[in-house]
T-cell receptor, first 113, second 112 residues
Framework: KAGVTQTPRYLIKTRGQQVTLSCSPI?????VSWYQQTPGQGLQFLFEYFSETQRNKGNFPGRFSGRQFSNSRSEMNVSTLELGDSALYLC????????????FGPGTRLTVT | GENVEQHPSTLSVQEGDSAVIKCTYS??????FPWYKQELGKGPQLIID?????GEKKDQRIAVTLNKTAKHFSLHITETQPEDSAVYFC???????????FGSGTRLQVQP
């Protein structure tokens, strides 16, 4: 079974631009969560989608948004990029969320200049 | 919300020795505790997990123990090998949110 895939793997953007990242979960998994990883803040939860609905949200500004499609693929969008948004963005898929195992993709490395 | 503290931040051991990483959590209602291994340039890989109805779980050289009363859990790696070198993260499932709260990570270096 294929693992979680994320595209693109690397991205360089300029302050003020917006960016869209994509995540394809493991086949059969319906829950996708997004995390931001930085050296200073570690791994922080952004939001979770299940059956095309956002089920939960972390403490990030409204510039961070996401969506999930009927095939469970998910995208996250960051608008008006700031230098501090430079990070590794990870998505994790799970059969149904809750207390089920989460499996991470390789991440998208975003650099904002 | 949940808060997870992880120690030590770095750990260096000789090949063949054991390594222990410890985490404490704040929410007594937390009921799921996974451990992840992250190698350079890769996403975190789930290596073992434990649920609150179990005190210990073992998988070959890796074991996890959970003390619900003290609200701490530990990862034990025996007979360490150079390929065990990586950053290890503990996490706790926040029962209020469907999200993992992670510890700050432990960089394990196994010296050949």
């Amino acid at each position: 079974k294929a693992g979680v895939t994320q595209t693109p793997r690397y991205l360089i953007k300029t302050r003020g631009q917006q960016v869209t990242l994509s995540c394809s979960p493991i086949s059969g998994h319906r829950s996708v969560s997004w995390y931001q990883q930085t050296p200073g803040q570690g791994l922080q939860f952004l939001f979770e989608y299940f059956s095309e609905t956002q089920r939960n949200k972390g403490n990030f500004p409204g510039r961070f948004s996401g969506r999930q499609f009927s095939n469970s693929r998910s995208e996250m969008n960051v608008s008006t990029l700031e230098l501090g948004d430079s990070a590794l963005y990870l998505c994790a898929s799970s059969l149904a969320g809750g207390e089920r195992e989460q499996y991470f993709g390789p991440g998208t490395r975003l650099t904002v200049t | 919300g949940e808060n997870v503290e992880q120690h030590p931040s770095t750990l260096s051991v000789q090949e063949g020795d054991s390594a222990v990483i410890k985490c404490t959590y704040s929410d007594s209602a937390s009921n799921y505790f996974p451990w992840y291994k992250q190698e350079l340039g890769k996403g975190p890989q789930l290596i073992i997990d434990i649920r609150s109805n179990v005190g210990e779980k073992k998988d070959q050289r890796i074991a996890v123990t959970l003390n619900k009363t003290a609200k701490h859990f530990s990862l034990h790696i025996t007979e360490t090998q150079p390929e065990d070198s990586a950053v290890y993260f503990c996490a706790a499932k926040d029962t209020g949110r469907r999200a993992l709260t992670f510890g700050s990570g432990t960089r394990l270096q196994v010296q050949p």
